[in-house]
């Protein structure tokens, strides 16, 4: 593995541990033993030691936004009025805080912020943006774009690195 925040090389093992963590993450780890060709031990061993060095960061379920009331997915290009420490930071929180916004990213370009939201509709989506948007200080300009549906999501690094199955 290259780069600044890698402590060691990942070995084939780790690949493969890593591969079949991130298409099911409830394997239990007599499971994953199995899967990548260890005993138990030296497996739960490896994958605390992913965890433990970040390359593992957490586990979670996915959910399907629409059975829970929110069908709608939009992207928001956010700029704003300054860029000092206090206003990324207030804005950083702001966002941290709104339950409907689910990833926010940094970015270059015309753009200062890249937001994913999931709201119910348009009135949805006015609601978190009267209510909830509207109110966060440092905003210029926001824009948006209403997804209709999405083709890939949450794909994996792992095919970027060399394939050792």
Known sequence: MSGSSATRQLDAIDLRILRALSRDGRLSNSQLA?????????????????????????????????????????????????????????????????PEVQEVWLTTGEYDYLLKVAVSGTRGYEEFLRHKLYRVSGI????????????????????LLAETE
Not at 41 to 48: A, E, K
Not at 78 to 94: N, P, Y
Request: aromatic residues 4%.
């Open 34 to 98: 199995e899967k990548v060709g260890l005993s138990p031990s030296p497996c739960w061993q490896r994958t605390r030691r992913l965890e433990a060095e970040g390359v593992i960061k957490g586990y979670s379920a996915i959910l399907d936004q629409t059975r829970l009331g929110a069908a709608e997915t939009v992207i928001i290009e956010i700029t704003l009025e300054r860029h000092d420490d206090k206003v990324l930071e207030e804005f950083g929180r702001a966002m941290s805080a709104i």
């Open 140 to 159: 210029r300009n926001a824009r948006s774009i209403f997804t209709l549906r999405c083709l890939k999501e949450r794909g994996s690094i792992l095919p």
